[in-house]
Structures are given as C-alpha cells and as structure tokens.
C-alpha cells in the first residue's frame, strides 16, 4: 500500500516520531477538516474498512492487507460499520480513539524492528507523550481537561478544604445553620472522621484517604473515590441526585 512502510522504514528514534507525527496529521485531517470526505467514504454498505495515516501526511480510507501478518500493524477493522449507528460525534471520537492506539502500534513496531534499547523506547514514548493525543485533537478533550482543573484549583484555592462527602441537593437548597459546640465536642468530631475515613482506599486507584482531597461515595456499592480518579468535581458532585461508580454504571448498562 502506498506509503504503508514498504519502501519507508525509519530506525531512528528521530525518525520513527517523525513518521508518528507526520501519519497522525494526516489521520487528524481526516477526522477534522477532511470530515465530510471522510464520512461520506466510510460507508457502512462496503466490506471492512479501515482509516490509514502515512508519512506523506496524507489519509486513506481502504481495505486491510491481504498478506498475513501484514508490513504493519493494522488499523482497527471495520470503522465504516457503526457510522449510522451512532451519533457523528460519538462514531469520530471511537475512530480516534481506535487511530491513537495504531499510531503507538506502528511506532513500537518499528522501536522493535529495529531493536531499540530500553533508553530509546522511553525516549520515543516522552516524545510522543508530549503530543496532544488524535482524540484530544478531535473532542478538544485536553482544552476541556485544562479548564476543569483550573476551575478546581480556584475553588480549592477560594474556599476551605472540604471532608470528603458529597454535598446532598437538599444540603445545597436547604442548608442547616451550624448548632453552638464546645471544644471538647470539635475535638470529638474531629477524631471521629478521622477513625470513618482514616482507613479509606479509592475504588479506583487504591490509595489512601487523605484530608486535602475530594472524595465522593458511590450511593450504589457505597465505596468511595478519589474525585480526580472518576473524573468528578465538587462542583459537580453539587448537581448529582444519585452517584454511581463507573462499574456500577457499567453493571446496570449490561443488565
């Protein structure tokens, strides 16, 4: 296939993130500025498609290799399938999704081709790391992520650190007037959160409960999560009736 690497192998390390760089612009065009063209090719009434980057920058839209195992790694199979079957947006974000993780494919292959030692492989994942991904270039995910964090770090910045529970709506419609306490009952209440989260491990990531951090507590499964492992901040908690953990939604979209 033209451009495919048949006649193109890099063994460089400067050379493989060129030609990383060089597939994934092309690939970025064809879920952006070349959308329509793109969409209008992927017909769902065709065999098994697959989007293609090369070197040139340019994209392709065509059958797999017939060769077993292929010059390459393979796109994803397929991608022409679900266009009608999902929203636009949905169908572009799952191509690239399925397009980033070729890109890493085609990469490591050539790292592994051409033996690259362990310094050169990390070397070449820091390079491509520091590349904003094709679905961040398509969703504008990494613009999102920003300003979500930056949004944290002022109310974090603007207000008290908070106990790790998630403000209830009643709580924020109707919120109750601190009762008068005495030393000895703060001193009290203070130990007593200790000891109910001091032992506390994120659902998500495993680490421990700390004072500094927001948590939220799924009202399914009743374990808690660090807020920054799934993706929910406080102002966000402020506006959920009822939170379920990624697996508990995942549980009852199966069901």
């Known amino acids: ?98 397009s980033d993780a070729w890109l890493l494919a085609v990469a490591f292959y050539f790292g592994a081709r051409f033996g690259f030692d362990k310094a050169d492989r990390k070397r070449l994942f820091n390079m491509i790391n520091d590349l904003p991904t094709i679905f961040e270039a398509v969703t504008g995910a990494s613009k999102k992520q920003s300003k979500e964090k ?48 001091g032992d506390a491990l994120c659902g998500a990531c495993g680490e421990n409960y700390g004072q500094d951090e927001f948590w939220i507590c799924c009202d399914i499964c009743e374990k808690w999560f660090h807020g920054k492992c799934v993706k929910i901040t406080p102002a966000r908690a402020e506006h959920i009736k009822q939170y379920k953990c990624p697996s508990c939604s995942n549980k009852r979209a199966r069901v």
């Not at 974090?156 to 650190?161: D, G, L, T, W």
């Not at 924020?172 to 130990?191: A, C, H, Q, R, Y």
């Open 1 to 98: 296939m033209d451009g495919g690497g048949q006649q193109y192998n890099p063994r460089t390390v400067e050379e493989v993130f060129r030609d990383f760089k060089s597939r994934r612009a092309g690939m970025i065009k064809a879920l952006t500025t070349d959308v329509e063209e793109f969409y209008q090719q992927c017909d769902p009434e065709k065999e098994n498609l697959c989007l293609y980057g090369f070197p040139n920058e340019r994209w392709e839209v065509n059958l797999p290799a017939e060769e077993v195992p292929p010059e390459l790694p393979e796109p994803a199979l397929g991608i022409n399938f679900a266009r009608d079957g999902m929203q636009e947006k949905d169908w572009l974000s799952l191509v690239a999704v399925h």
């Open 150 to 197: 930056s949004a944290v770090s002022n109310h974090s910045n603007s207000k008290p650190k908070s106990n790790p529970k998630r403000v209830t709506e009643s709580e924020v419609k109707f919120p109750k007037g601190p009762e008068p306490k005495d030393d000895d009952e703060d001193e009290e209440g203070l130990e007593e959160e200790e000891d109910e989260h």
